[in-house]
């Protein structure tokens, strides 16, 4: 009873924020919604923006912030609250700059600044628009005088010719995009937004990304975009170029008389506690810490100190640039001196303040004395004070360097600079041997976690910048949404009017329990900051499915040991530890699944993970504790307690049962084989509908006069296409982003006029709309289409090998469980044999389904629909597998199908009621979820039937068959021994 009030107070308190942020985000929505109901997605994101910082909870005194209640709310995933929508392009220039060795020739920049010009108008790749420019401005010189450098021997000299230099300058790019997509895909993942989107524009060296949930732009623009050059520098204090920074400081001092409020006021200086307070007083009284370096106190910047480096106003920083910047200024201060800006602004009362450090870069090189290349491990720590850090782990090589380093500058500063802002400027204390460091620096936790991530995935092999950002909606779109929710509340509403028509008083416990299960799942997923997708539905359906199992287990039991003649209290005690070995092995082999494919997984199959481990935990805690709290209290009487665990209508049914199963074990053999195999062999020949995630398309952005519903017409226009269609809102609700995989394989300019023509005419059709060319001239009923490109597939093949390993390891853990347990390994073979049968019944039953007319998509979720269908088949074959070793302990090996058949007996009520209470939740999904849903639902009410047909008729009888073969072995050695 504690351990229940203080989750569900811990749950109640998570949740409370996802209420409050819901609210926000209602009000925002409102705001930018005009007369016609249309919605402006950047205006509401603007609304949510201007109250980031802003206090919009109180919760029993304590004030949060927007960003506060956003951190800690139930996220969702891309396809349930839609995500921001970005579009980075890698720049090639610095690639052909880096290729040719920064050649100062005047032709080749020419060619490059002509060729980045046209790249501005045009989707042409780059390699070709430079190639044009060159031809154009070079007089007839070859590229090799330019690309034979020292760097590319081997690969390019004075004989190359340009084809041949430019068929190089083309795979480097390629090979970049390349290597940008997967380190971007890398920083996402570790990011930890649930489920993105992530695909290349093909023929260009473009990116798109989608981020579900975007709740602080500038931090995923921070992510995309940084180049991640880290660097350590040796800090030149103050006094190594006084002279030189007063000449600075006079011009600073000139500019601020000139530009001198009108009221003849000087700027007040602030009280600076968090950074030099003594200092910032000594200042304000006139002492001498600025005279001893000759300085005035600037009046047009916060000037503060000497040995810390400049502070001043961050409204400032601008105009230094630009005084920095200019000729008199730069000839000034040495040439082996750089001014770097910290990262990250300090407060003080009510201003914040940058640092500006003195880096010395002999003769301006760019080169560090030690690089970020060096590192081969980073992640967020704490330091010894508990403040938020990043450890870092050099190699061999780095390690040397480093102990060089700091051996050199004891008492000094090393700046630690990441992309030509310093992190922090720690004084090094004395020589660190080892290559295991530390940043440390005024990070938030958060912040410590971007950059641990940003090093550990590496640099990006050249810059890039986001061309295109907006807010699109969810992949399901807002109508399906609503229609899964209603459906699955419907779903579990019947479910309760079953179990207490069957289990009469148990059935309200086994709801309870079942309430608090799902309960517990959101809070913990709130907790956790984990986000909830429909992969995690799917994890969700799953746990209901186990929870229910788990009651139905333990009241069987309990009805069983009442026939038995036990009383009310020794019934109850015995149905509770007899089930518990039951619930304990289904619920740690489908746990052990969840955190394999958790480790191993990407995407989808992560989400489903996830969710599929908090629910485990959470329903065996339902279940077996809470559950055993609510039956003990009910029975607090003794045998005179008014419990019943069955009705008029229960009573007495699926008792008793003699049905042999294993004498058709050899038909049910055959007919699994004959589905299996005739729905592979439909798949072969008729292919199968693989949604865009898997197949990439052609994209189009759709604008109409009003706002259209985006799931009909994804409907709709799956009705008009051979391809997958995916339909999402783009940066308002009368705008939306129509992708297709309609002659996805065919790269002609005619395959593309094509498409956009059946897309015109399929969204013409649907929605009743005209469509026009001009979108300025939108009216009542007209659409026009505003841009299209073509992009690959979100589900890379990365992606699906990680899946497919995962699967494996997945299953050796299930094979290698059973065996611990069950002590056979014939059950484990027979475990893993029906999860095969299983998976492969699934997509042969889509197979068959697509050929009698009924065609659905195989995307992301069916993955999460096929780890489901695992998840609950493991579980069913586990239960049966407890009752037979139960059965083989008590009266041994003989009559080993008769044990067999008598297990399958004993469990059928559990298995049935388990299957229906389950199947009702997803046939309703099925029949009321909407058409987006339909192959959703589809997949997981084969799985359920299919899951538990194979506990009976597949994992049972193959573990009769291979330990029938070792018995009879075992007979015929016995026979041929000596009496």
Known sequence: MFFTVIITALCLYYLSFTLVSNGVQKRATEYATDASGNVDFAKRQSYLDSVWREPVYNFLGFRFTYQEVKQTELGLGLDLQGGMHVTLEVSPVEIVRGLAGNSKDAEFNRAIELASERAKTTNDKYVNLFSQAWREVSG????????????????????TSDADILGIIDTEVENAIDRSFNILRTRIDRFGTSQPN???????????????????????????????????????????????????NAILVAEARANKPASGSEPALADTTDLESDLARQLAEGSDSGDDLGLEVSPLFSLLKANYGLVYEIRDTLAINRILNREDVRAILPRDIRLLWSVKPQRADNMELLELHAIKAPRGSDQAPLEGDVITDARQSYDQASRPAVSMQMNADGARRWRKLTSENIGRRIAVVLDDYVYTAPTVQGEIPSGQSEITGNFSIEEAKDLANILKSGALPAPTRIVEEAIVGPTLGKEASRQGVNSMIAGLLLVVLFMVAYYAKGGFVAIAALLFNIFFILGILAQLGAALTLPGIAGIVLTIGMSIDANVLIFERIKEELRNGAGMLQAISAGYDKAFSAILDSNVTTFLTGAILYAL????????????MIGIASSFFSAVFITRVIVHWMSKKGDQSKVSFSTPISTGLLNNLNIDFLSKRKFAYLISTGVIVLGLLIAVVNGLKFGVDFTGGRYYIVEFSEAVPASELKVGLDNEFDGAVEVKTYGANNVLKVTTSYLINEDSDEANREVEVRVREGIAAVTGFTFISDATKLSSGDFAITGSNKVGATVADDIKASSMEAMFFALVAIFLYI????????????????????????????????????????????????????????????????????????????????????AINQTMARTLITSATTLIVVLVLLVFGGEVLRGFSFALLIGVLVGTYSSIYIATPVVVDLMKRELENESKETAKKPA
């Open 601 to 612: 997984g990407q995407g989808p199959v992560k989400g489903f993970a996830i969710v599929l």
């Open 198 to 248: 992530i695909q290349r524009i093909q023929g260009s060296g473009r990116i798109q990304i989608e981020l579900p949930g975007v709740d602080n732009q500038e931090r995923v623009r921070n992510l995309l975009q940084g180049v991640a050059k880290l660097q350590f520098w040796e800090v030149a204090e103050i006094n190594e170029f006084g002279d030189a920074l007063q000449q600075v």
């Open 140 to 159: 007839g010189k070859n590229l090799n005088t330019i690309f034979a450098t020292a760097a590319n021997r081997g690969r390019i000299s004075l004989e």
């Open 819 to 902: 065996l611990l347990r069950f002590r056979k390994w014939q059950f484990s073979l027979a475990s893993i044999i029906a999860l095969v049968h299983d998976t492969f019944f699934v997509v042969a039953a889509f197979a068959i389904a697509s050929a009698l007319g009924a065609t659905f998509e195989i995307d992301q979720v069916f993955i999460a629909a096929v780890l489901t269908v695992i998840g609950y088949s493991i579980n069913d074959t586990v239960i049966v597998f407890d009752r037979i070793r139960e059965n083989i302990t008590n009266k041994g090996t003989n009559r080993l199908v008769a044990l067999f058949n008598d």
